[in-house]
């Protein structure tokens, strides 16, 4: 739930350009793709991926990527249950301001809690957020494992580890389940961006 500020004198200031206004200058709706899933399951490759994608057709795009919020907008918190609620909550403020700007925001985290991905959801239209579950065993991103994680973790040097000593919900009902363990990285793109088009996100190029 978005907090209430912290004073009665703070008043939103109605801009004269609106969503709409800067949609249809890019020719195509803003966005949230969700992309959620364990470590190792592809997130960041695919967001990145489906941006480079989406940047040759033209789109106004931009990801947030787990890693990199950490080294400026979330570098004060752990990785503690409520720090990542915190975490969750502040990328969700920052992808529907992206959502006004009239960007197709891609988010990279592992979010592993259901109610926290909720929270975001409930803060947009329900059109405007795409819950993209990178569904990948947990065995294969171990055996992935490009950053040497897992190992730590099942060594015990990293506490609170999403999949070992930290709980992974999954998503219930995703607007698209990609097989990250089977397909290719060009056939998962293929998928997202057919989910924009179904969605009426971007044209039929």
């Not at 992309?35 to 190792?40: D, E, K, P, Q």
Request: hydrophobic residues 40%.
């Amino acid at each position: 739930m978005t907090k209430q500020p912290p004073s009665n004198a703070i008043v939103w200031h109605q801009a004269t350009i609106t969503r709409q206004h800067r949609e249809a200058l890019n020719n195509h709706r803003s966005s949230i793709l969700w992309f959620t899933g364990l470590s190792g399951a592809g997130k960041s490759t695919l967001a990145h991926a489906t941006e480079e994608r989406l940047h040759q057709m033209g789109c106004r795009t931009f990801v947030l990527d787990g890693d990199n919020v950490r080294h400026g907008l979330c570098a004060d918190l752990g990785f503690s249950d409520q720090d990542r609620i915190e975490n969750i909550r502040r990328v969700g403020e920052m992808a529907k301001l992206f959502i006004e700007a009239g960007v197709i925001v891609l988010t990279a985290f592992i979010s592993p809690f259901q109610a926290d991905r909720a929270r975001v959801r409930s803060l947009v239209t329900e059109a405007d957020f795409l819950e993209i579950h990178c569904d990948c065993a947990l065995e294969v991103c171990e055996g992935r494992d490009v950053k040497g994680l897992y190992r730590r973790a099942r060594m015990g040097e990293i506490k609170n580890f999403t999949g070992i000593s930290s709980p992974y919900e999954p998503p219930v009902n995703p607007e698209l389940r990609v097989n990250t363990s089977e397909l290719s990285l060009q056939a998962s793109v293929d998928q997202v961006i057919e989910l924009l088009k179904v969605r009426g996100i971007i044209k039929d190029f």
